[in-house]
């Protein structure tokens, strides 16, 4: 996460007086960037990245701090460290859970692995989402990804495509309206076909196996449930876990 992008979670940060801004940019410092102590020129630095005007003193702020009767830094011959009741109340405010940063590194290394560029946008939009807590529509995003993953991954392999259309042929066989329906194209997919039939005719054309198929359905539903008005709480949990299936199990497995 960049500091903008935490600042901006936190109400007010502009108007909070320079102590507690000091503290924040301390505990981004130690979480984000991986300082173990921070220095006066850290903070400046952070101050002009966030283009925040300040006349104070950086270095007179932290050592005050540092001489509370409850200080919130402690000064070590290293430079400055929150204190860790305030590293603490930081942390369960602001900090992201062990899981959240694991399914936050994946999707963001992600993009090196994704050469398709409507793919790259849903990884984008998934991103986002995900970093403002929006698991409904990170959900849907994912989702976006991995089927057009799919049905990119189909239609790039002449033999892949020949069984796809294969099974729909014969599904389809004594079916009047959907009779000679055949995919040549990207678009074909969603004029001719819905996403749940698509998943059975890879099934039926061995291009997926059963423990895919089941994901796949059971991903469906969830993204059926995400995208559509309900009083089903949606949460990080339950956001993790589609987002893990379908990253490993179809955009970097299908190749």
Excluded at 47 to 72: F, W
Excluded at 96 to 120: C, G, H, R, W
Excluded at 206 to 219: F, S
């Amino acid at each position: 996460m960049v500091l903008s992008e935490f600042v901006d979670q936190v109400p007010g940060f502009d108007k909070l007086p320079p102590r507690e801004k000091i503290k924040l940019i301390g505990w981004y410092l130690h979480t984000y960037e991986g300082k173990e102590h921070f220095h006066s020129d850290h903070i400046r630095a952070c101050y002009k990245t966030l283009h925040l005007v300040t006349t104070e003193n950086i270095g007179q702020y932290l050592l005050r701090m540092a001489s509370y009767n409850t200080p919130d830094v402690v000064r070590e011959k290293q430079g400055f460290k929150l204190t860790r009741p305030v590293r603490s109340q930081f942390d369960a405010k602001y900090g992201d859970q062990p899981s959240m940063q694991v399914i936050s590194k994946l999707l963001i290394e992600l993009p090196t692995k994704v050469p398709n560029v409507a793919e790259k946008v849903f990884l984008e939009e998934a991103i986002n989402c995900y970093r403002v807590k929006a698991y409904r529509a990170c959900i849907v995003m994912v989702w976006n990804l991995a089927f057009d993953h799919l049905l990119h991954w189909i239609l790039k392999d002449p033999a892949r495509l020949a069984a796809f259309n294969d099974a729909v042929t014969k599904r389809f066989q004594n079916n009047p309206k959907k009779a000679g329906t055949v995919i040549t194209r990207y678009d074909d997919f969603s004029d001719e076909l819905k996403e749940f039939e698509i998943i059975e005719f890879c099934k039926n054309a061995n291009l997926i196996n059963d423990n895919l198929t089941r994901n796949l359905k059971e991903k469906l539903g969830k993204r059926n449930i995400a995208a559509h008005p309900s009083t089903m709480v949606i949460g990080q949990p339950q956001a993790d876990d589609v987002i893990s299936d379908l990253v490993h199990n179809v955009v970097l497995a299908l190749s």
